[in-house]
């Protein structure tokens, strides 16, 4: 047993044993809007004009974790460099990429959620992105009022791969685990549905899951079209 499963048995095993009914939870980047390529050009774009070595491949294992985590990794390989700047810039590309209207929507998404919450599904979203920017940009497509809840990486929880915010959701919706579906895009999301006790459903936008995702997924799935059948 590693020391993330460790970790995660002592949050699982403080969730009510009484909860009842199902839910879905879903990521927002790269899952729900088509935002992980544009902010990976613009970080790339931002460490070359930085000087900052590498940056294609490092700038790939902070997908799907939250800014403070984010910082963990820069920092990990580049050592005390200006991380704030760094951020600046990836900001200031990304606007002059997408300006006002935000990142488009992934196929599907209104489609999915009209489905599920039509047919009595409790939805949350789970995300490492803060709140503020997690429902400024799901506000630009429409579907904020789909959702029951936000779980967010700046409400004090580690974020992915460690479950705390699936499993926040989960206490949030009195709902078990084992009862909620979470639809994830990337290695990190699914680590942590898994480590959640969770059922993990897999829609890859940038990363291809390896050996390790694919023995932990529930479901792998093309678009969010094609998950909507497990419903």
Request: include cysteine; aromatic fraction near 10%.
């Amino acid at each position: 047993m590693n020391g993330l499963e460790e970790q995660s048995i002592s949050i699982i095993s403080e969730v009510p044993s009484d909860m009842v009914s199902q839910g879905i939870i879903f990521d927002m980047d790269g899952l729900m809007i088509d935002s992980e390529r544009i902010i990976n050009d613009a970080v790339v774009r931002a460490g070359r004009e930085m000087g900052l070595a590498d940056i294609e491949n490092v700038s790939l294992r902070t997908i799907g974790t939250s800014n403070a985590k984010t910082r963990e990794i820069y920092t990990s390989v580049y050592g005390d460099f200006d991380f704030d700047r760094l951020m600046d810039l990836k900001h200031k590309y990304i606007d002059e990429m997408i300006g006002d209207s935000g990142f488009p929507p992934k196929e599907g998404i209104t489609e999915i959620l009209e489905y599920v919450t039509a047919k009595g599904y409790k939805t949350a979203v789970g995300s490492s992105t803060r709140e503020w920017a997690v429902k400024k940009f799901l506000g630009k497509i429409g579907v904020l009022k789909y959702f029951d809840i936000f779980v967010c990486g700046d409400m004090g929880l580690r974020s992915k791969p460690f479950p705390d915010i699936f499993l926040a959701c989960s206490e949030k919706m009195g709902i078990a685990p084992c009862d909620y579906y979470v639809l994830e895009d990337s290695p990190n999301g699914i680590r942590a549905a898994y480590a959640a006790g969770m059922k993990p459903v897999m829609i890859p936008d940038m990363i291809p899951p390896d050996e390790e995702i694919l023995s932990m997924v529930y479901s792998l799935k093309n678009s969010l079209t094609e998950a909507m059948e497990l419903f």
